[in-house]
């Protein structure tokens, strides 16, 4: 039974991970998903074999060699000097990251609850502080409550889209997008979103003692994140092209099913981004551990001051030009991830 708990927490601290501001908003589904549309479906399909595969891989070779950072798997990937300015690299990637979480949750606070943007920014940071005083336990168990009730609520949002007039809109679409760059988006996509979740997969694959729950955790959580994808393209293709023109189409589509689901999901919305920012600020900490004598409380302070600071330029502002630029950049790690090693890691 603890191992069963065990594969449900990894795959729900993976899900969590991966579904940040702007996955659980729906931004990032339009522009990498959507917008391509009858071809949006196949592609989602890839991306979720992706997720499935390579989550499992990090945390798979993460265990076997006793990882205690993403900068140890790094190395082992690279070699050290290699390995060791690409973990640089990717610190720097990971703060700007979470520079737009704390933006996105500023956001929230300012466009629903009606409170002010600092005082979004603040609670985050707090909250964060406290939760991580408990470690990666803190993670999954904060992970193992939101996640259930985010994909409860994806298939509350697939049932309503059924019964729309455009529910078939997902096969019909058309899109004026070429093929390589049709294909190219879920590639750009998952290889952020694997960077990204690769400060919690690591220490997550490390501290499982069972192999079997890290594999199983994999392939449920990379099918998790392929799931979510899917509920949200379907639900949003069925108001193209409208539906693009808002901060947060998720949000818009949650309106339809009552005032009471509108507020959920858009809490949920928050706490998605809670959960991925604390994950990743876990993460870092982690690496500059090793490279600092500097205690873990005094660390974390000092990177969610770092991303205060980068939060102050806004959401929107902050996703458009990084994360693109990031997904171009860490296509380069997935794919020495992807070519490393498949036939010894089968073999031991």
């Not at 690496?287 to 991303?307: E, Y």
């Amino acid at each position: 039974m603890r191992k069963y708990i065990r594969v449900f927490q990894i795959a729900f601290t993976y899900i969590g991970t991966v579904v940040g501001a702007g996955f659980a908003t729906g931004r990032e589904i339009l522009q990498f998903f959507t917008q391509y549309g009858q071809w949006a479906t196949l592609t989602i399909l890839f991306s979720t074999g992706l997720f499935i595969w390579l989550g499992t891989k990090i945390m798979t070779i993460s265990r076997r060699i006793g990882a205690k950072s993403f900068e140890d798997l790094n190395r082992y990937l690279f070699g050290h000097t290699s390995g060791s300015w690409i973990s640089l690299f990717m610190f720097i990637i990971l703060l700007g990251v979470n520079s737009i979480m704390l933006a996105g949750a500023g956001s929230v606070f300012v466009e629903h609850l009606n409170m002010s943007y600092q005082t979004g920014l603040l609670i985050t940071m707090i909250g964060t502080f406290f939760i991580l005083r408990k470690g990666i336990q803190s993670i999954m168990t904060m992970n193992s409550l939101v996640v259930p009730m985010m994909l409860t609520l994806s298939v509350a949002i697939v049932t309503q889209t059924f019964r729309a007039p455009e529910a078939t809109r997902f096969i019909t679409m058309t899109t004026d997008h070429s093929l390589p760059t049709v294909w190219l988006a879920p590639l750009l996509y998952t290889a952020f979103n694997l960077v990204m979740a690769m400060p919690v997969l690591v220490p997550l694959g490390s501290q499982t003692q069972s192999a079997r729950a890290v594999k199983w955790g994999g392939i449920l959580g990379g099918a998790g994140v392929g799931f979510m994808l899917m509920a949200a393209h379907f639900a949003m293709s069925a108001q193209m092209p409208g539906i693009a023109q808002f901060e947060i189409p998720m949000g818009s589509i949650a309106v339809q099913l009552g005032w009471m689901v509108q507020m959920i999901y858009l809490i949920l919305i928050f706490l998605e981004i809670f959960s991925t920012f604390v994950a990743n600020i876990y993460g870092i900490t982690l690496q500059v551990q090793q490279r600092t004598s500097l205690s873990p409380k005094v660390i974390t302070l000092g990177i969610m001051v770092f991303c205060y600071v980068f939060s102050q330029f806004g959401f929107s502002s902050l996703l458009s030009l990084l994360y693109p630029i990031f997904g171009g950049l860490c296509l380069l790690w997935v794919l020495r991830l992807t070519l490393f090693g498949t036939a010894e890691i089968r073999g031991k």
